[in-house]
């Protein structure tokens, strides 16, 4: 199923008047508020390959139909939500969940569509059908060299699959690690890892990056040999410049300061991306911003002073992704709340009054320091993500859209009740 332009001018009609009431006096508050527009514009968030269909858990899955089987359809429901949204104009693909039989034909069936190839992700963490070694015992930290052989010809493969794709990145999250005490012996699991990253680093093409995921437990759960950030950061420096830190919002314990983590990261220009998500527990994979919007907003504060510190380009320089399962929701209609979400901390990360916040640390006023976050975070910033959608011809309300024009009824239609999508 295919949206275009007009549909979605049609179904802005009878919110614009309102809209333009709230958005001139927005504007009339803030004088940066164009300039936030045109930033919110640029800014891109790519959607997982594996995040199109619903979800599950170990007890049960309910898919809701409809959904994408084939990879052409995902890079179609994609370009769906990018026409609605204008905010979400690439794909992070997962291998082997989705192997791209002819990768130039995908490519530029992509293209048609607006749609671009974001970080690889591989997959060391699952045995496939007629693979010779297993992955029981870990991938590249384990003790037999063949398999990690295997696991490090993956990971080239990939990058090969992502060099005719035209992505420049590839994201490694490897879930070795152990289940209990004395299973593993630390040191050699470590080194293991770090020169199968190695092996794996040399093979990328020289404008790639390689991003190092972790993860404190799952689907080990006494130890992980890629754990947090600092031993993330810690096969970061020592692979070399290409190689970056992934922060996972949901890859912390309980209470941890990501925000603090970005900004240590940023400092040391190590940070290469994220995966959205929210959690109340741990890896839940919730909607982006349903549990925690202030963290979130804490989290793009730093990213916004960070990244201005080292004059980067906010949108292109860090690789901004989607990590989320839906059990219960739309998948689509899920992915819209989390681009909004995000969209709207980096739009309120923009409003803090920076040399405020700076004059107010610097003599040590706590409240006032505060009360400026807070009153950013406060700011009800939706008229601009609106505009900045609306000026790029999508829609006020991605949401109602999708819902009025009954997106979902049409594609059980084109794809049957109960079409099923790879991934977890
Ligand atoms: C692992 O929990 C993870 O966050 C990694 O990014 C994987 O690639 C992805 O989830 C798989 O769903
Ligand atoms: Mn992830």
Known sequence: MRLTTTDILECNEDQLKQHGRAFDFFSSLHLNAEAIVEKIMLFQVAIPSWALGNGGTRFGRFPGGGEPSRLEQKIEDIALLNT???SSNAISLHIPWDIPERPDEIKSFAAELGIRFDAMNSNTFQDQPGQEFSYKYGSLQHTDK??????????IEVIRYGQELGSDSITVWLSDGSCFPGQLNFRKAFSNVLSGLKEIYSALPPDWKMFVEYKPYEPNFYSTTVGDWGQSFLYANKLGPKAYTLVDLGHHLPNTNIEQIVSLLLMERKLGGFHFNDSKYGDDDLTVGSIKPYQLFLIFNELVEGMDAQKMDHAKDLAWMIDASHNVKDPLEDLLQSVEAILISYAQALLVDRRSLDEAQQENDVVRSQEILQSAFRTDVRPLIAEASLRAGGALKPIDVFRKLKVREQLIKER????????L
């Open 84 to 86: 609605l949204n204008r």
């Open 146 to 155: 063949a398999v990690r052989n295997q696991a490090i010809e993956h990971n």
């Open 416 to 423: 049957g009740r109960v079409s099923v999508a790879s991934g």
